[in-house]
């Protein structure tokens, strides 16, 4: 493959899957200052009408376009049970990749393609995007700093209401592994990760009592983190409700926001923390029930869009300048654990 530099030196990102997801990635890329669509490969003829309409090259497979002139980068943004064999087709021609979340639908999966890359010496971003959050980055700061004292539990909700031309719009989304856990858990998990720490306990009930399809539509999962602390998360897609990370970010303009709401509350022994409002309650002496606590903010002023700061990183993980913040090996264990509470929730 010949590289072809862009005439006006932004990196040339093509992107592989231009469904939801996908034409946000494509959107971003538009954007950018410093890259440029340089093709879109989907099989729909949508997908093909959207490329010309752009000027953009188009091809209906991944090997068409490999075969062609070479690009900078690659997002894969295609169904999950595609991910891995268009990954190592991207580390095979040499290509950053960038894989939407999950990276795979098996842990040895993600692993395959972990071993690939660093044989190859292949850059993959995995897209986590809300580890590029800076709501979750000071969290992370506040917890990890131990400004909360010693960490007691957690306490989360991803509760929304998905309309149904989200079903109708992809009707795999209705039957097992297109519901909400690795759908949306996937998510929250790796935030709790990210900023509370490993997790080495789960367990599960899962129910589909309000659409009645064969994928669950509501999750009950409780939580032990390696430190000792427990958690617990409240997961549904049939609840009309504000609670969850979409909602009260307002990190995503495509969601409604409702900023005085929030879905995750972490409790230590000196302090408690809400988010993503960063509110922190702290005990200004020796913690009691009987003695006020201290509200302090911890807000951060940008609340810039995650995945806009995704691609940004991406195009520095392209040039060499920084290392992926979310490797593959990192994103198995968030699967891993995401798996294990969809086979926890299936067995009750």
Not at 115 to 144: F, K, M, T, Y
Not at 190 to 214: H, K, M, T
Request: net charge negative; glycine share 10%.
């Amino acid at each position: 493959m010949v590289a072809v530099e862009s005439s006006n030196g932004r990196l040339r990102i093509a992107v592989v899957g231009a469904g939801r997801i996908g034409r946000r990635h494509i959107e971003l890329i538009g954007a950018s200052d410093a890259s440029e669509v340089a093709a879109i490969v989907d099989p729909a003829p949508e997908s093909e009408s959207l490329a010309r309409a752009n000027g953009w090259p188009w091809h209906s497979d991944l090997d068409t376009l490999l075969a062609g002139p070479t690009v900078d980068g690659i997002i894969v943004a295609t169904p999950n049970e595609m991910h891995v064999p268009h990954a190592l087709a991207c580390i095979g021609g040499g290509i950053p990749v960038l894989i939407e979340k999950p990276v795979a639908t098996t842990v040895q999966g993600a692993l395959l393609i972990a071993g690939a890359a660093s044989d190859a010496g292949v850059p993959v971003l995995v897209g986590q995007h809300r580890r590029h959050s800076p709501v979750l980055q000071r969290a992370r700061e506040i917890v990890r700093g131990g400004r909360l004292g010693r960490l007691v539990g957690v306490v989360g909700t991803a509760l929304f209401y998905k309309p149904d031309d989200y079903f109708a719009a992809a009707p795999w989304r209705r039957h097992p592994g297109g519901g909400p856990i690795l759908i949306n858990l996937i998510h929250a998990i790796d935030d709790l990760r990210f900023v509370c720490g490993e997790i080495d306990y789960v367990q599960a009930i899962a129910s589909n009592s309000q659409r009645g399809f064969p994928v669950e539509d509501t999750v009950a999962v409780s939580l032990r983190f390696r430190g000792g602390a427990l958690g617990s998360f409240l997961l549904s897609d049939a609840a009309a409700s504000p609670w969850s990370w979409e909602q009260t970010s307002g990190e995503d303009l495509a969601f409604a926001t409702y900023p005085d709401q929030n879905c995750y509350r972490v409790a230590g022994s000196l302090g408690s923390l809400e988010l993503p409002s960063l509110r922190i309650w702290a005990s200004p002496a020796s913690p009691s029930w009987q003695r006020q606590l201290e509200q302090l903010s911890a807000a951060v002023n940008d609340r810039a869009d995650p995945m806009k700061r995704q691609l940004e990183h991406f195009e520095a993980v392209i040039r060499g300048q920084v290392e992926p913040l979310v490797s593959a090996v990192d994103a198995s264990e968030t699967l891993r654990l995401t798996l294990l509470i969809g086979e926890d929730a299936s067995r009750r």
